[in-house]
């Protein structure tokens, strides 16, 4: 690996956002690869911090600042990845359902994927059934990730599959759900194609379902 790809890998890993921002800058302007940067130092740091969540070495809190100091880094590498034509792996859409304005697992969940070159599309949190529907014809998403924390909105998921299914749009994209009460029983009986126990999951699970 590159040296400055390391540097740059380190700087996620340890949520150095301004040291991050600087070396994307300065390898930017020595003409590395866009691409290079975005896979082996971002995109592979991010990789390593879903794997310390799960052997408990890192904890949400690492986990957000590792993923914000990327964000940072992400936001300079866009225009150079538009400019080489860098394709996103796919466009998920999510939000929280309606009747739960919970949003920090949902902001965290949405940030591992983009950190995996997905492109994301952020409704918000308490979002209608109509605005869910009209977020995956308007924006070709391919994955749409339903997030609630509370029970009493549990059943807005199963509505939401099922108004896909209704608008002529379910074949169309993957659901995958996740939030404290949910498990993968519920994800088979509403209809989903997939769950996520934990952030850092979210990632491999949305690879699965787009291959």
Known sequence: MNNRI???NE???????????AEVQAVLAEDLNPETILTEGM???MAEVGRFFEEDEYFVPEMLIAARTMQAGLSLLNPHLAEAN???AA???I???KGDLHDIG????????EGAAFEIIDPGTDVSVEKFVEAVKKNDIQILALSTLLTTSMENMKVTVNALEEAGLRSKVKVMIGGAPINTTYAREIGANGYSAEASQAVPLAKQLIQ
């Open 11 to 21: 700087n996620v890993l340890e949520g150095q956002q301004k040291r991050l921002s």
């Open 106 to 113: 949902k902001n965290l969940v949405a940030m591992m994927p």
């Open 95 to 97: 939000g929280t359902v």
């Open 86 to 88: 860098v394709q996103s």
């Open 6 to 8: 390391e540097i740059i």
């Open 91 to 93: 466009t998920i859409a």
């Open 43 to 45: 995109v592979a740091a």
